[in-house]
C-alpha cells in the first residue's frame, strides 16, 4: 500500500464514523505514523508504507474514529507556536487561551512579575508566560496531581524549573503570598450544558476542568474572591471566561473591588477574556 491509497483508507474509515475533518486527519494520523511532515507526505503520495507502520496507523485511525481527540493521540498539542505535552487529564490548549497569554505579554514584556495560575493543567499558560517574560517567576496549582505531573514535564521540556513551582493542591489554600499577576482558565461551562458539547470533549477531555456548576460562575467567583486576598495592591487578574459571560463576570469583578482594564475577543467577536486590576 503506497501513500494515497493509505490517505483514502483513513478518509473513508474516519468519514464512515462521523468524523467531519476526515481527510486532514488521516493524513496527520499518517504523519504521526511516518514520522515525516504532512507535506512530504502529500508531495510523496506513491511512496509504499511497509506493513508495521500500517498497522500503526490503523490503531491511530481506531481510536480517531471513536472521537478521541488528535492532541491525545498525539499525546502533544502546539500553543503560542511551542509544543506542549498533554493527556486525558489535562484540557487541550485552545486559541482562546493563546489571545490571553498574548493580551498579557503585552502588557508586561520587560517587567519583573510574580506570577499564580490557577488550574495550569498542562502548564501552558504559566510555561508561555514564562518563556517570554525571562525576568519572572511563577507558581502552578492543581486539584489533579496527574495534570501537575504532565506540567512538570512541560516546564522541564523548557528548561524553566528554575522560575517556576508547581503543586498539587486547592487556591484556597494558599495564604502565605502575594502575587503581581493571577492568571486563570476556570472551568466555565454550566453543568447542565455539559451534555450538549461535542462527543470528543465531553467523553475524552477532564469534566473537572469544564464544570462550572450551575450557573457556569462557580470556580470563577472563586478565583475572584481569592485573588482579592492574594493579589498585590493594583495586582492583576486575568481570567479566560465563557460565551456571554462578560456581563456577569464584570459585575462580580466591580462589586469585589476590581477595575476592568481590558476584554479581549475570540475569533468570533465573542468576549472570551478580561483582564481587570486589583483597587
Known sequence: MNTFEAIKFGSNLLKENKIQSYILDSELLLSKTLKKSREKILTNLDTDIKKKYFNIFKEYLIRRSK???????????EFWSKSFNVNKHTLIPRPETELLVDGLLKIFRDKKISIL?????SGCIIVSLLINLRQSIGIGIDISKKAILMAKKNAVKYRLNNRIKLFNKSFENIFDKKFDLIVSNPPYIERKAIK????????????????????????IKKVIYKSKEILKIKGTLALEIGNKQIRKVSKILIDNNFRIKYVIKDYRNNVRCVIANYK
Open 117 to 121: 495560575d490557577i488550574g495550569t493543567g
Open 67 to 77: 472521537n478521541e481527540p488528535i492532541a491525545y493521540i498525539f499525546e502533544e498539542k
Open 196 to 219: 450538549n458539547l461535542s462527543e470528543d470533549i465531553k467523553k475524552y477531555e477532564p469534566i473537572i476542568a469544564l464544570d462550572g456548576g450551575n450557573d457556569g460562575l462557580d470556580l
